[in-house]
C-alpha cells in the first residue's frame, strides 16, 4: 500500500513553484513592454494630430488667400476655411487652441497646450523644422505659421 502511494505522488503532474514564478515573471516583462509600446504609440498619434491642426490651419490661410486675393487672413476670416468648430480642437485635451495674426503681415501664431514635457520637446523640435518656428515653453508649444508678404 505504501509503494502504491509512493508512485502516485510520482507521476503526478502539476505546476511547482520555480514554474509559476518563472511564467509570472515573464508576464510581467510582456506587460511592461506593452504598456510602453502603448504610452509611445499614444504620445506618436497626438503628435501626428498637432501637426495636422497645425498643417490645416496653414491650408485654411493659403484658402483664405486664394480666395482674396492676398495674405491678410485673420482668425475670424479663417474660420470657413477650417472645417467646422472641432476643426482647433486639441488632441492633448490640455487647453484650448489659440491663433493670434500678427497686425502687420499674414503670420499666424498658434499656442497648444500640450502638457507632457517630453511631447512638448518632440512636438515642437518637429515645428521648428517644418514651419517658420516652434517652441516649446512651460507645456504650451508656440507654432509660427505664415506669409511675411502681405
Known amino acids: 500500500m505504501l509503494m ?49 491642426l497645425v498643417q490645416e490651419i496653414s491650408s485654411a490661410e493659403e484658402r483664405v488667400a486664394l480666395a482674396t486675393g492676398s495674405y491678410t487672413a485673420t482668425p475670424s476670416n479663417l474660420e470657413p476655411y477650417l472645417g467646422g468648430s472641432n476643426s482647433l480642437q486639441n488632441p492633448w485635451s490640455a487647453g484650448d487652441v489659440s491663433l493670434t495674426a500678427s497686425a502687420s503681415s499674414s503670420v499666424f501664431t498658434i499656442s497648444i497646450p500640450v502638457g507632457d514635457d517630453k511631447e512638448c520637446t518632440q512636438f515642437a523640435a518637429l515645428m521648428d523644422k517644418t ?7 512651460s507645456g504650451t508649444v508656440t507654432v509660427t505659421i505664415g506669409n511675411e508678404s502681405s
Open 131 to 137: 514651419t517658420d518656428g516652434g517652441a516649446c515653453d
Open 4 to 52: 502504491k502511494l509512493h508512485n502516485k505522488n510520482k507521476n503526478q503532474e502539476g505546476f511547482g513553484l520555480l514554474e509559476l514564478m518563472l511564467a509570472m515573471v515573464v508576464a510581467a516583462v510582456l506587460i511592461m513592454m506593452a504598456t510602453k509600446y502603448y504610452q509611445s504609440a499614444r504620445a506618436n498619434a497626438r503628435i501626428n494630430a498637432g501637426i495636422q
